[in-house]
T-cell receptor, first 115, second 109 residues
Framework: GAVVSQHPSWVICKSGTSVKIECRSL??????MFWYRQFPKQSLMLMAT?????????EQGVEKDKFLINHASLTLSTLTVTSAHPEDSSFYIC???????????FGPGTRLTVT | GQNIDQPTEMTATEGAIVQINCTYQ??????LFWYQQHAGEAPTFLSY??LDGLEEKGRFSSFLSRSKGYSYLLLKELQMKDSASYLC??????????WGAGTKLIIKP
């Protein structure tokens, strides 16, 4: 089956610093990648949708200048949390979809803790 | 508006059968997914229904009635490892996923 990886799997950073999370589709071309955030005991919340080679579409309430998304190739998307604050601590999950496939394949997630 | 309702928590006994219901109201419909999510992990795909009826896959079955805006996930021969959250997810007319809050299933020996 299709495999999506994320790196790092967990990260601890200090308030005010920036953190980059990578999402890679390992054995397929992901024309669309999705970034989700999940707080404890809550469902996944879609942050943004990115299509390869174009700007990401952010959901309402998600600051595009704070959460920078780059989808430069068909196998890689990155999410950069800029000037992180403790309230940004969360579980960030990416997923990817092939052009012809309805299913989204999820990465294992990245747990971010901002101290 | 868009709304997905599923019970917050359910408890069942190992070896038994449990049915998790989901009702929805969304703008457009391009299918319904069920995902399983263990604590601290990403969701894993269980099933996809786009036509009315029952889809069976091993111990898990998923049913859809589009006219009623209703689906259920049926888990048979429950095992302790089935303890997880089960998420009902709708794909809307723009092919975006709308996530339910999930049902936490607790399996007791």
């Amino acid at each position: 089956g299709a495999v999506v990886s994320q790196h790092p799997s967990w990260v601890i950073c200090k308030s005010g610093t920036s953190v980059k999370i990578e999402c890679r589709s390992l054995d397929f071309q992901a024309t669309t990648m999705f970034w989700y955030r999940q707080f404890p005991k809550q469902s996944l919340m879609l942050m943004a949708t990115s299509n390869e080679g174009s700007k990401a579409t952010y959901e309402q309430g998600v600051e595009k200048d704070k959460f920078l998304i780059n989808h430069a190739s068909l196998t890689l998307s990155t999410l950069t949390v800029t000037s992180a604050h403790p309230e940004d601590s969360s579980f960030y999950i990416c997923s990817a979809r092939e052009r012809t496939d309805y299913e989204q394949y999820f990465g294992p997630g990245t747990r971010l803790t901002v101290t | 508006g868009q709304n997905i309702d599923q019970p917050t928590e359910m408890t069942a006994t190992e070896g038994a059968i449990v049915q998790i219901n989901c009702t929805y109201q969304t703008s457009g419909f391009n299918g319904l997914f069920w995902y399983q999510q263990h604590a601290g992990e990403a969701p894993t795909f269980l099933s996809y229904n786009v036509l009315d009826g029952l889809e069976e896959k091993g111990r898990f079955s998923s049913f859809l009635s589009r006219s009623k805006g209703y689906s259920y996930l049926l888990l048979k021969e429950l095992q302790m490892k089935d303890s997880a959250s089960y998420l009902c997810v709708i794909m809307d007319s723009n092919y975006q996923l709308i996530w339910g809050a999930g049902t936490k299933l607790i399996i007791k020996p």
